[in-house]
DNA sequence: CTTTCATTCAACAGAAACGTTGAATATCAT
DNA sequence: ATGATATTCAACGTTTCTGTTGAATGAAAG
């Protein structure tokens, strides 16, 4: 038994998702992503309105590939980038697996309260 | 004008965000964060189990807490650690923040395609 | 008051990240 | 072939992270 708690997809041992949050981490980065949103585009033009140099940018997007957010189709001399949703999808999960614990929790809670207690008021924060 | 676009939480620059990712990249701290899903607890219970010196660990603590990730409450000679929904709640948005921007993008276009046929791509990538 | 317990702090070494520069590679255009 | 374009690669300096150690602080217990 390895003790495959809390949902770090199964596997690898946490490492794609390490670098998946290390990626997200860096702003430059993030704003690749949602420059991306717009469509698919060359390195060259992501890194056009960036503050940096293409080599930087390029690593960047480096990063962001391994991390599994972003994929790159190579055409002649030039790399396209795309969004990768699954990428962000599986960073997504292990935070809303989290989020999704608290809340049963939170209900549990809210439910043991109603039934033992003197209501306070409905819905509202208890105090 | 200050280009506030993609949700990135108003008044800061988007550094919550980096220290929150920069804070879940690391399998030690999500690791905490899992523990504390069974209740609060000292840092002391928190080191306990893990294979790191006691003042690693603290340190651990304080950069979740930085991040606004688990909330500390000195109690005498123990410091009590807690969850912080909100803090996880916040980098959760804005990954579902740009699925959500994919959802609707992939559907609209699923949309157009069903009633317009062999539309070939819309943007650059002919193939 | 002295000892134990819970925690931080400072200094350190090693590793990794960030961004730059200059050179190398491969592809397209003439 | 020549030259321009798109991109990576290697080396470098700087900064930031990781974890350790040893000392310092402060509260509880004897």
Redesign the pocket.
């Known amino acids: 038994m390895v003790e495959e708690h809390a949902g770090e997809g199964p596997g690898d041992g946490g490492q794609r998702l390490d670098r998946a949050y290390?990626a997200l981490?860096?702003p430059?980065?993030r704003a690749l992503l949602v420059a991306l949103r717009a469509g698919d585009a060359?390195?060259?033009?992501l890194?056009a309105p960036l503050?940096?140099?293409?080599?930087?940018v390029?690593?960047?997007?480096?990063?962001l590939e391994s991390a599994g957010l972003v994929r790159?189709s190579v055409?002649?001399?030039?790399?396209?980038l795309s969004l990768r949703p699954e990428g962000l999808a599986a960073a997504g999960d292990w935070i809303a697996e989290q989020t999704a614990f608290w809340s049963r929790r939170a209900d549990a809670l809210a439910a043991r309260l109603a039934r033992t207690a003197p209501v306070p008021a409905p819905g509202e924060p208890a105090r």
């Open positions: 290390a981490a860096d430059t980065r060359r390195i060259t033009d890194a503050p940096m140099t293409f080599a930087g390029s690593r960047h997007v480096g990063v790159r055409r002649g001399r030039e790399h396209w």
